[in-house]
């Protein structure tokens, strides 16, 4: 999303891979595409189940029945025209779950950062209503209250310190989503006036395995080694990447697919699952690419894209760190 705007205002030889395909856009999720009914009826014996809800938005089930998501864009605020947001925009597809059927199903929300397809303005009164917890990062806290998420409803974390989310090990890493100066393609960390990161990833801890959700970023150096020492095994990576002409539009970029790929190759992930690449119009990836660079780059990792019935990932062995 646009650097500026905040609130208010504003696969194994040749990759395994999994598509499941989707309808076309319409204006609420289709039988095809809403996750509702499959995510009530998952029973994961073991592992985690894991779902995508559209752009980033990712839903974990765990075998105790515990349900997380992060970052999910479920309302039609950033499509809708209005004072605070003069410029909707386009989406390719609906989110897989209506706002009201995510605030049933989950038992709390991970924001990465505060633009508005992650920190979901519309959401705040559905999930208030609810009691749903919202975890995002100590310096995105002014946003969240400025879009009408109360305190008490926000539960702040710091980049570096583990905390529990309703029995989900959560450790925030910083995410490089700010325009660093210097030209094209240049980002760093993105921190407030007291130097609180604005923007982080999560390593999550859940049914055996360690996966990552990177939320916006590009490479960092020692990201990849973070990753490593933190045993990760599933990697979930934006793959929309970017490009001069987003840049001069004030859009700070992501991943490209063939860095998803080897970043998660380089941390010594299993699997790899793309995000970031359905959302906004102008602004979307090619699960494609990454499923052809990692076959030919990195046959011992596995692309996965899931669809309604979800991916299932069973529990790991423990291992050393390489």
Do not use: K
């Not at 029973?43 to 985690?48: E, I, K, N, Q, S």
């Not at 906004?280 to 990792?301: C, F, H, I, K, R």
């Amino acid at each position: 999303m646009r650097a500026s705007e905040s609130f208010p205002g504003w696969l194994s030889v040749g990759c395994r891979v999994i598509i499941r395909g989707v309808p076309q856009r319409d204006d609420v999720p289709g039988p095809e595409l809403d996750i509702a009914d499959a995510v009530r009826a998952a029973r994961p014996a073991d592992g985690v189940t894991v779902w995508l809800l559209g752009n980033a938005g990712v839903l974990l089930v765990d075998a105790s029945g515990r349900r997380l998501a992060i970052d999910p864009w479920t309302s039609s605020w950033l499509e809708t025209r209005s004072a605070v947001n003069p410029e909707p925009v386009v989406r390719q597809r609906p989110a897989r779950l209506a706002s009201e059927d995510l605030a049933d199903l989950v038992d709390a929300v991970l924001v990465t950062h505060e633009h508005p397809d992650h920190l979901d303005p519309g959401l705040a009164g559905t999930l208030t209503e609810a009691g749903i917890p919202v975890v995002l990062p100590q310096g995105c806290v002014p946003a969240a209250e400025a879009c009408g998420y109360p305190p008490s409803a926000l539960l702040p974390v710091r980049a570096g310190e583990d905390v529990d989310v309703h029995g989900f090990g959560v450790l925030p890493l910083p995410a490089a989503h700010a325009f660093a100066g210097g030209g094209y393609g240049h980002c760093e960390e993105w921190l407030d006036g007291g130097g609180a990161h604005r923007a982080v990833g999560y390593v999550l801890r859940c049914g055996g395995r360690v996966l990552f959700h990177a939320g916006d970023t590009v490479m960092w150096r020692g990201l990849a080694e973070r990753l490593r020492s933190a045993r990760v095994d599933t990697c979930l990576l934006p793959i929309n990447g970017r490009d001069r002409l987003r840049e001069e539009r004030g859009l700070v970029g992501n991943l490209t697919a063939r860095e998803s790929a080897d970043l998660a190759a380089a941390c010594g992930a299993d699997v790899l699952i793309p995000v970031h690449f359905d959302g906004v119009l102008g602004n979307t990836g090619s699960p494609g690419e990454v499923v052809d660079y990692a076959s030919a780059s990195y046959p011992q990792l596995s692309v996965l894209l899931p669809g309604r019935t979800g991916v299932h990932l069973p529990p790991r062995e423990e291992r050393s760190p390489a």
